[in-house]
């Protein structure tokens, strides 16, 4: 059983920036695609990013050069580096495993292990 527990969210000011981070249990983590989603209260879940086992990365055109996904395989981590932030960023942030390792899904069902999220709140 794979388990992803993120860390890193919180309030910030609108302009402000934070690292959002995704660690992942078993020994398995570099064979896999990553991802990071959102959803906001009312609204379904949003792809952001995803990068694959050859760190090849894709982006949402509503994050694109504002977000930053990266990973580290020796600590079994993703990340999510996000700066300008805007208050319509609000929303709780997942990372999920992708169901394969050069996928560069943007759609929820391709990713099988989700974790339980982190809230991130931009004020104006």
């Known amino acids: 059983q794979v388990q992803l527990v993120e860390s890193g969210g919180g309030l910030v000011q609108a302009g402000g920036s934070l690292r959002l981070s995704c660690a992942a249990s078993?020994?398995?983590?570099?064979?896999?695609?990553m991802g990071w989603f959102r959803q906001a209260p009312g609204k379904e879940r949003e792809f952001l990013a995803v990068?694959?086992?050859?760190?090849?990365?894709d982006y949402a055109d509503s994050v694109k050069g504002r977000f930053t996904i990266s990973r580290d395989n020796a600590k079994n981590t993703v990340y999510l580096q996000m700066n300008s932030l805007k208050p319509e960023d609000t929303a709780v942030y997942y990372c999920?495993?992708?169901?394969?390792?050069?996928?560069?899904?943007?759609?929820?069902?391709?990713?099988?292990?989700w974790g339980q999220g982190t809230q991130v709140t931009v004020s104006s």
């Open positions: 078993g020994r398995t983590f570099s064979e896999y695609a």
């Open positions: 990068i694959n086992t050859i760190s090849r990365t």
């Open positions: 999920a495993r992708g169901r394969v390792p050069y996928g560069l899904g943007s759609v929820a069902n391709e990713y099988d292990y």
